[in-house]
């Protein structure tokens, strides 16, 4: 069985300082690893997704995330964070069997203070 | 929110009665999925179609039930036997389960029970 844990239910960090939001990951395969953003009482909004090569992805809005398989985690970053990332954050995982469904974490709170 | 929409976007409902929520998509999308979204919980999968008149289970599929006749729609009915219905629900799509391609989501039906 595959999962996914979002360690922290909130983050809370300045504008202008870097910001990660936490993620590890379970699968039995090769890990196929998304983020997405979600706004208050709105659907989710993909970010970005690692799938085989580079292991720092970059995505929308300026976020990029890191794979590490050796730590099996998948970290999202922001160099400089805005109020307006304020929002709930999903990471997500399905293995490479081709026929998995997607598995979210539970989410976690970012929270940008002016 | 993409090429996915979903109606109401509100909905009430007395204990005892069946509701059926609504998805469109027009992205040509061959898979869609059905999630439920409760607070501090995450998405939790209810039920997927891969492909017209074919759908499966996901993780909490009791008390659901799902139609796929068309490859644009993909409603979902809540039925009484569903205990615990109030719930924000999020309708998604994507090329294929099989590809690599990230979801897509509808903005969302919030559900209360009264």
């Known amino acids: 069985a595959q999962s996914v844990a979002q360690p922290e239910d909130q983050v809370n960090v300045a504008e202008g300082n870097p910001l990660t939001v936490k993620c590890t990951y379970s699968?039995?395969?090769?890990?196929?690893l998304f983020w997405y953003v979600q706004y208050p009482n709105r659907g989710l909004q993909f970010l970005l997704k690692y799938i085989t090569g580079d292991n720092l992805v970059k995505g929308s809005y300026g976020f990029e995330a890191e794979f590490n398989k050796s730590q099996t985690s998948f970290h999202l970053k922001k160099p400089s964070a805005l109020v307006s990332d304020s929002a709930l954050y999903f990471c997500?995982?399905?293995?490479?069997?081709?026929?998995?469904?997607?598995?979210f974490g539970k989410g976690t709170m970012l929270l940008v203070s002016p | 929110d993409g090429g996915i929409t979903q109606s109401p976007k509100y909905l009430f409902r007395k204990e005892g009665q069946n509701v059926t929520l609504s998805c469109e998509q027009n992205?040509?999308?061959?898979?869609m999925y059905w999630y439920r979204q409760d607070p501090g919980q995450g998405l939790r999968l209810i039920y997927y179609s891969q492909i017209v008149n074919d759908f499966q289970k996901g993780d909490i599929a009791e008390g659901y039930s799902v139609s796929r006749e068309k490859k644009e729609s993909f409603p979902l009915t809540v039925t009484s036997a569903q205990k615990n219905p109030t719930a924000f629900y999020l309708c998604?799509?994507?090329?294929?389960?099989?590809?690599?391609?990230?979801?897509?989501f509808g903005p969302g039906t919030r559900l209360t029970v009264l």
């Open positions: 998604a799509s994507s090329m294929g389960p099989l590809e690599l391609n990230e979801q897509f």
């Open positions: 992205l040509n999308h061959d898979a």
């Open positions: 699968v039995s395969g090769n890990p196929y």
């Open positions: 997500a995982v399905r293995d490479d069997s081709g026929y998995s469904t997607l598995t």
